[in-house]
């Protein structure tokens, strides 16, 4: 649910870490909570890939798009998180395997 960049990363490292020592125990019967939005910050604003401006091939529009990498691989943590939490008796290497990728 973390909005912040730099804790969502922390959070997500140390999950990572849980992984290898099996802290998690990925199919407890434990009640999930309903999550309405996943964590994400305020800006930049979500729109529709057609409505965003083409990049010109110069330096600028080459930062341009790393920078829009990042967003998208920022929300892409959520994605993963999300299948973590969502399937419930999957096999430990299922989880292990979203969370590797974070």
């Excluded at 649910?1 to 922390?10: A, C, L, V, W």
């Excluded at 691989?73 to 990728?101: C, G, T």
Aim: with cysteine; net charge positive.
């Amino acid at each position: 649910m973390s909005t912040e960049i730099d804790e969502k990363i922390n959070f997500v490292n140390q999950l990572n870490g849980f992984k290898n020592n099996r802290v998690l125990d990925y199919q407890s019967s434990f009640h999930q909570q309903s999550i309405p939005i996943p964590g994400k910050p305020k800006k930049p604003i979500l729109v529709r890939f057609q409505s965003v401006p083409k990049r010109d091939k110069s330096y600028m529009g080459f930062i341009k798009t790393i920078h829009a990498i990042c967003h998208i691989e920022f929300n892409a943590i959520n994605l993963a998180l999300d299948a973590v939490y969502r399937f419930k008796y999957m096999p430990d290497k299922f989880y292990q395997d979203w969370i590797s990728h974070l």
